[in-house]
């Protein structure tokens, strides 16, 4: 598939702007309240880069830069990947002290997430990186969404006194986000 690092003629395709940073734009379209985008891409000719804080990320790095639409939460999965894969934001490209949050939390193919919040016009980067140097290069499916800010989305904001990201009662963070008294 084009884009993915690999022609169709089985020869390396030329590295993209995702090689390094910024990175390459990732655009969001509105969809109701939300913003959405996704990007098919590969690691097959990339380099290592860049790096992980608190997560395995010594592979393959793409790079893609996502300014947001509005205040709210930025989530960002991997739904498909052919490799064990690291996912990280950061809010400076180059900056490794600027990471926002990572995630490496299985040892299958894809399927990591990550959530942070996020303020209107700045912009973020988020990392698609291979755990080791020695792991396949392959394709990969990078979605991203922004969505509003409101309680239950594990972000205290606005009026809120807590957000435990759930709707239970009497774990000391009501369902409206107000704190509870524990008895």
């Known amino acids: 598939l084009a884009g993915d690092g690999c022609a169709a003629s089985c020869v390396l ?8 940073c910024p990175g390459e ?3 969001l379209t509105q969809v109701g309240p939300d913003w959405e985008g996704s990007v098919y891409s590969g690691t097959f000719n990339l380099a290592s880069n860049l790096t992980a804080t608190g997560c395995t990320s010594s592979g393959r790095d793409a790079v893609f830069s996502v300014v947001a639409p509005m205040d709210g939460v930025l989530q960002a ?4 990947a052919a490799f064990n894969a690291t996912l990280y934001a950061r809010t400076d490209c180059a900056t490794t002290a600027s990471q926002v949050v990572c995630a490496n939390d299985n040892a299958s193919n894809g399927l990591e997430t990550i959530a942070f919040p996020v303020v209107m ?3 973020y980067f988020i990392v698609v990186d291979t755990t080791t140097s020695s792991i396949a290069p392959g394709p990969f499916l990078l ?4 969505v509003p800010p409101g309680c239950g989305d594990g972000f205290v904001t606005g009026a809120e006194e807590c957000d435990d990201a759930n709707a239970t009662a009497g774990d000391g963070c009501a369902p ?3 704190l509870e008294t524990l008895v």
């Open 13 to 20: 395709e030329p590295a993209g702007p995702e090689e390094n």
């Open 25 to 27: 734009p990732l655009a």
């Open 77 to 80: 999965s991997l739904p498909q």
């Open 121 to 123: 016009g700045a912009t």
């Open 143 to 146: 979605d991203v969404k922004v």
């Open 176 to 178: 409206d986000c107000g």
